[in-house]
């Protein structure tokens, strides 16, 4: 019998504009979201290597409360590749825009 080891890890992602990703209702204002990654142990290997097995972002309220420190409204389901072409899109635009001025 095998025993999977799982691990979740943990991170903020700062949007500086508003976005969409597919699994959330409608466009989120900017800000910091918490974003948590579940991963399982590949015991097959003789070294330790985790597959990602899903990944949540955590949303506000939709009047903006954060329920007081006592969690989120709700909690999606994405797409981690999606995410990190969005805060790359995010980052590459403001890139350009500082250069600009």
Do not use: C
Not at 15 to 44: C, R, W
Request: proline fraction near 4%; charge should be negative; aromatic fraction near 6%.
């Amino acid at each position: 019998m095998s025993t999977a080891f799982t691990r979740t890890t943990t991170r903020t992602v700062t949007f500086t504009h508003s976005f969409e990703l597919n699994g959330m209702d409608g466009v989120q204002p900017a800000g910091s979201y918490v974003v948590k990654a579940d991963e399982e142990l590949i015991e097959s290997l003789s070294f330790p290597v985790y597959r990602r097995t899903a990944t949540w972002i955590h949303l506000p309220h939709a009047d903006g409360r954060s329920n007081g420190g006592l969690g989120m409204a709700q909690t999606a389901l994405i797409d981690p590749d999606e995410l990190d072409r969005v805060l790359a899109s995010a980052e590459t635009e403001t890139q350009h825009s500082s250069q600009g001025t």
